[in-house]
Structures are given as C-alpha cells and as structure tokens.
C-alpha cells in the first residue's frame, strides 16, 4: 500500500535552533515530491522536488531529495516563531497527491 | 497561479442535515481534488473530481456520503450527506495546474462543525 511517512510528528524548539524535517515514502508511479506549510486552514507552497541530490533553498528553507533512500528532507535555520505550523509531505503520483500526517512545530521565544 | 475560490468558509450545521460545498476556480484545469482535514490530523483524499463523469472516491469514501458534481473544468461541488459530529472538519478543494509538476493550489477551506 502507497504511505508517506513523516518524522517526528512534533517538534518543540526555540528561536533560532535548527530544525531537519523528515519525509519518506513508498509509492508507485512517483513523479514529484511537495512541502507545503499549514498555519489556518488551506497549506501553502513551499517546494516541490523532482529530481535527487538538488538542493531547493528559500530564505531560512531548504529541501532535497533522495529518490535512492525514497526520502526528503526539510531544514529550517535560525528558526522564527512565525515559523510555528505543521509541515506536510505530499508525493505526487500520476493522478493525485498524498500526503504524509505532518510534523507540528513549535517555536518558542 | 490557479486561484480558488471556496463557500462556505465556515458553517455550524445540525446533525442529518446536508450541506453543499462549491469551488471555483479563475481558470480551466484538469486535475481536481477534495481533501477532508479532521482536528489534530493531516489531509485525507476523498475523491478525484472527473469532469462530465463519476468522482472517483478513495477507499472509505462513498458517493451517497459525498456527492460529487463537476460540470466542466473549473467548478466543482462536495455535499457532505446527513451529516454526523464525527464529519466535523475542514474540507479543501484542491487543483493542479501543471500536470508535469503537480504543484498543488488549495482554496480558503470549509470548516464545518456539525452539533
């Protein structure tokens, strides 16, 4: 059965600290791998990665992939409050995307 | 990018009443897609909305409990059917765009709270 695994499910940190976010799966028909950020209600986009080794950076972001290890990861540096929201894996496959159950992170002043 | 346009944006909602979700979007796609988010939780797929066909529902979803419409490429409904407390949630309509990227657009959300 196709899952997308996230680690750790939450996370409590303090400004500044660096965070690494993990995402892995195991899905047929592979095409992309998506971070998005939820604050409210609807996710925000923050990477989609297709291709293994090519590092994806915004800002204080950044994101790679490793399609050997079926994996991704997510680093957040001198992490913010405005940082704090739940960060979704997605694998987008021929006809829809599926998501992982997300990793809550705190910051804390 | 796609922009979405979702209603209601909330709504409280008596036990065994239906209530109809709408998305619209400014332009035509292909690819069309309701999630449900119940508290604490991340995003389930319910159904691939299929333009001028059936939904195609994933496993857990029926079409009695979530009638799906799509008329052309950028309108969809969900109704969500007598509704029970458990079906409190945000519902998320959702498109890509670019097939090749699968970048995926969300609308506002709905969120429901059934008493």
């Known amino acids: 059965e196709d899952k997308v695994v996230q680690s750790p499910l939450s996370l409590v940190v303090h400004e500044g600290d660096t965070v690494t976010l993990n995402c892995s799966y195991e899905?047929?028909?592979?095409?992309?791998l998506l971070w998005y950020k939820q604050e409210k209600k609807a996710p925000t986009f923050l990477f989609m990665l297709t291709s293994s080794g090519i590092e994806k950076k915004s800002g204080r972001l950044s994101s790679i992939l490793d399609k050997k290890e079926l994996s991704s990861i997510l680093n957040i540096t001198a992490t913010q409050t405005g940082d704090s929201a739940i960060y979704l894996c997605?694998?987008?496959?021929?006809?829809?995307?599926?998501f992982g159950a997300g990793t809550r992170l705190t910051v804390k002043p | 990018s796609a922009v979405i346009s979702q209603k209601p944006s909330r709504d409280i909602c008596q036990r065994g009443t239906s209530l109809t979700i709408q998305c619209q979007v400014d332009?035509?796609?292909?690819?069309m897609f309701w999630y449900r988010q119940q508290p604490g939780q991340s995003l389930t797929l319910i159904a691939t909305?299929?333009?001028?066909?059936?939904?195609?529902?994933e496993s857990g979803f029926v079409i009695d409990k979530f009638p799906i419409s799509r008329p052309n490429l950028t309108f969809s409904t969900l109704t969500v059917s007598n509704m029970s407390p458990e079906d409190s949630s945000i519902y998320l309509c959702?498109?890509?765009?670019?097939?090749?990227?699968?970048?995926?657009?969300f609308g506002e959300g709905s969120r429901l709270t059934v008493l």
């Open positions: 997605a694998v987008y496959r021929n006809n829809d995307m599926r």
């Open positions: 332009s035509q796609v292909t690819m």
């Open positions: 899905v047929t028909n592979f095409r992309s």
């Open positions: 909305a299929n333009q001028g066909s059936e939904a195609t529902y």
């Open positions: 959702s498109v890509v765009e670019d097939v090749n990227t699968g970048e995926l657009f």
